[in-house]
T-cell receptor, first 112, second 114 residues
């Protein structure tokens, strides 16, 4: 019940295209859903996050879509750029809780 | 966003030696810090949760005597890998929680044990 399932494992997108990464969770108590971006040899960086009281959040080219009834959320990267090539992790946690549960990660490669 | 500084970024040591990794929150007080281990092309594996002024809470399967964690102040946590062996070689990452939810990560430490 603590798992966060992420797909796809890897993704290749043409420059200018839309990258879509999906995650599904089981624990309905989770109330904070962040996405992290990680470049090789670096720690993850918080990209964007959403709470379940909204269905969508947009920050620049990055959008999170959230479906509470389906217990799913996704990251959309519009106008994908080669510089977006990285590993992306979705996560889920409880506000005030100690643990953050991470998805397995998606390796994105944007072709120039 | 908040900054978490982790040092060193890379360390190579001989088998049997101990290695200390530092994690500092630079512009906020972190009552809770986390230590992760990450293998190539895999997700982050939580090793332990570190609370200022108290003993760390280790995840199942993580050897407490092998991975010593000290959270000496609200801005500093250290991970010491004792008597390191080649199987301890990995990428270690710390994170600090700001307020109730946001996690900020250090840049990671690549440990190579020869």
């Amino acid at each position: 019940q603590q798992q966060v399932k992420q797909s796809p494992q890897s993704l290749i997108v043409q420059k200018g295209g839309i990258s879509i990464i999906n995650c599904a969770y089981e624990n309905t108590a989770f109330d904070y859903f962040p996405w992290y971006q990680q470049f090789p040899g670096k720690g993850p960086a918080l990209l964007i996050a959403i709470r379940p009281d909204v269905s969508e959040k947009k920050e620049g080219r990055f959008t999170i879509s959230f479906n509470k009834s389906a217990k799913q959320f996704s990251l959309h990267i519009m106008d994908s750029q080669p510089g977006d090539s990285a590993t992306y992790f979705c996560a889920a946690s409880l506000t005030g809780g100690f643990k953050t549960i991470f998805g397995a990660g998606t390796r994105l490669f944007v072709k120039a | 966003g908040a900054v978490v500084s982790q040092h060193p970024s890379r360390v190579i040591c001989k088998s049997g030696t101990s290695v200390k990794i530092e994690c500092r929150s630079l512009d906020f007080q972190a009552t809770t810090m986390f230590w992760y281990r990450q293998f190539p092309k895999q997700s982050l594996m939580l090793m332990a949760t570190s609370n200022e002024g108290s003993k760390a809470t280790y995840e199942q399967g993580v050897e407490k005597d092998k991975f010593l964690i000290n959270h000496a102040s609200l801005t500093l946590s250290t991970l010491t890998v004792t008597s390191a062996h080649p199987e301890d070689s990995s990428f270690y990452i710390c994170s600090a929680r700001e307020r109730f939810e946001k996690l900020f990560f250090g840049s990671g430490t690549q440990l190579s044990v020869l």
